[in-house]
């Protein structure tokens, strides 16, 4: 079924039968896989359903975000655990028109997100609020190859009323009231790690989210890595391994992949450039976010030229912090 | 009130909501003040005290000035115990290992609802707010404090979007509709301390903060406020808990 069928209908889950076959059309050989990050964009079509890895300002794939939008992908439907400035992003940009998560604003040291309400008071675009649980199990769901996971949350809250594709049932050994959450098994995951090998054995440091589980629900997934390592490196440590290459479609290295967001062990945010960025589109959502896309997304060459304008102390300020981590 | 007091009301609220805490227990923490609060806890008289965070923290062990802008960040786990992913972390909130869940938010009513998604009709909202977070599952599953500055209009009889549930609409109702553990039971802020009344499950002021009267806390409520027979007054910040807290939140990160 494609994705904008889904979206007409409300059904959010394949048929079992259906989520198998994808699978079965995917090359799940131990193949190369990298490509650039412009190639990586071909593997996203317009109406998709999107998965992204990380959560709030943390291991966000912004680099493949800012590729979709040069790309100019449209009509996404995006889902994330919790949504920074990478759902003003997309918003703002036309790629997504639809957002599934459980909080969307740019960080809570910046109040309520202006191009969110932007976009969502004025019916632009469709927020769908789940709690973050329910995104969890909804992920979950959809990795284990099952239509739905019963929760105790959500119950008896207006969240849950919203939200008729979450059936409440009784449940049948207890009796018990029990919320069922439909399997969440995007199109395309796009999902950044610290290291990984040219086939996708993909490595996380630190704060996992919902990674794993959106890795491997999703019917493809773009790996975008601060470095690629060889394959012996990863058999050296298979523990750290938390994808397999074989959920995997295509790896893209790029350093500094999440900025102006942190990547675990590797940088903190730029708060200067988000600073920056959110008094400039807090105060005027529209024409804000038409300049700092302007300048900061078509503005420059290469991922690299987006670097250099966020600034090399900057860079270097949040590498220091982020490797800070390990220091005793 | 910085200058009559000598500390802000932020500052209050923190110092107010770190003293609900008690050692040895289980605290699943949002950011900003509950995060603070449960490190000063932690620091001051509960060194046993287990932080957890959404993003996938347990035993988290804030380094003083280095706060973390969400609860997603690296900063959140340094020193702590262990990492894990954000459902497994939220999980323990639902298998029951959590003792109290903390919490802020931006409208609260007078069963300890609260709503922080929409402002006005959710069908043509005035405001739409970033929504629950992990707020709903934290409030579902554990007995909760809620700590959050005191307004008229953040104090409502009824909020318009019941995000993370209290009572719902008193008496048994929140069982009735499943959630068959925790509760609101705490609501702290800079004007006064609160609790639920057995039954009706319905907000009463336990103690005063120093320097607030009835009539004053009333006209700050926008509902008819209960107060406890045996009514308290909350008290005053110690000099080590305004010194503390400076040391852990210098920058006034999240107590401007």
Not at chain 2, 12 to 32: E, K, M, N
Not at chain 2, 170 to 177: F, L, V, W
Request: proline residues 5%; contains cysteine; glycine residues 10%.
């Amino acid at each position: 079924m494609a994705a904008n069928d889904r979206k007409a209908t409300g059904k959010t889950a394949s048929t079992y039968l259906e989520l198998r076959e994808e699978l079965l059309r995917r090359d799940r050989s131990l193949r190369h896989k990298v490509v650039s990050l412009e190639e990586a964009t071909s593997f996203v079509r317009d109406g998709d359903s999107v998965g992204i890895g990380g959560s709030t300002m943390s291991r966000t794939p912004m680099g493949m975000i800012w590729a979709l939008i040069r790309a100019g992908r449209k009509g996404l439907t995006c889902s994330r655990s919790i949504v920074s400035s990478d759902g003003d992003l997309l918003y703002a940009s036309g790629v997504c028109d639809h957002m599934v998560t459980s909080w969307f604003s740019q960080g809570i040291l910046w109040g309520v997100s202006k191009v969110m309400r932007h976009y969502v008071e004025s019916g632009k675009a469709r927020y769908d609020e789940w709690s973050h649980m329910a995104m969890g199990m909804r992920f979950r769901a959809g990795a284990m190859g099952i239509p739905f996971m019963p929760i105790r949350s959500m119950l008896g809250s207006d969240v849950c009323k919203q939200r008729p594709e979450a059936i409440e049932i009784d449940c049948p050994f207890t009796g018990e009231k029990l919320l069922l959450v439909p399997a969440l098994n995007p199109d395309v995951a796009l999902i950044h790690v610290q290291r990984c090998d040219a086939y996708g054995n993909a490595q996380i440091d630190g704060l996992q989210f919902m990674d794993v589980d959106l890795a491997m629900a999703a019917n493809k997934v773009i790996l975008t890595t601060e470095r690629i390592v060889s394959n012996d490196q990863i058999r050296r440590a298979p523990d750290q391994t938390k994808i397999p290459f074989f959920a995997v479609d295509a790896v893209v290295e790029l350093p500094f992949g999440c900025a102006p967001h942190e990547c675990y062990g590797v940088y903190e945010p730029m708060l200067r450039h988000m600073e920056y960025y959110v008094a400039l589109v807090n105060d005027d959502p529209v024409k804000g976010m038409q300049q700092y896309i302007e300048r900061f997304v078509h503005g420059p060459k290469s991922w690299s030229e987006f670097l250099a304008l966020i600034g090399i102390d900057e860079l270097l300020e949040a590498a220091r912090a982020g490797e800070s981590i390990y220091d005793a | 009130m910085l200058k009559k007091h000598g500390y802000s009301a932020a500052e209050l609220l923190t110092i107010l909501s770190a003293r609900q805490l008690g050692d040895g227990q289980v605290v699943f923490a949002g950011v900003g003040i509950p995060l603070l609060a449960a490190t000063l806890a932690q620091r001051l008289r509960c060194p046993g005290l287990t932080i957890l965070f959404e993003g996938g923290v347990i035993g988290a062990f804030i380094e003083p000035g280095k706060l973390p802008p969400s609860t997603n960040d690296q900063r959140c786990t340094k020193r702590a115990n262990m990492v894990l992913g954000s459902a497994e972390v939220l999980l323990l909130l639902q298998r029951g290992y959590v003792d109290v869940g903390f919490m802020g938010g931006a409208q609260v009513d007078q069963y300890g609802n609260l709503n922080s998604s929409f402002i006005g009709d959710p069908a043509r909202p005035k405001t739409r707010l970033p929504g629950t977070g992990g707020g709903n599952d934290i409030a579902s599953l554990a007995h909760m404090i809620v700590a959050m500055k005191h307004e008229k209009r953040r104090f409502v009889e009824h909020v318009d979007f019941v995000t993370s549930p209290g009572y719902l609409r008193g008496g048994d109702t929140r069982r009735a509709s499943g959630l068959l553990a925790g509760g609101t039971f705490r609501v702290v802020t800079d004007l006064a301390v609160f609790g639920f009344e057995a039954d009706k499950r319905r907000m009463q002021v336990m103690s005063l903060n120093p320097g607030v009267s009835r009539e004053e806390l009333q006209d700050n409520t926008g509902f008819r406020l209960e107060f406890a027979p045996h009514l308290g007054v909350t008290e005053p910040p110690t000099d080590q808990e305004l010194a503390l807290l400076h040391e852990l939140d210098p920058e006034r990160l999240y107590t401007a």
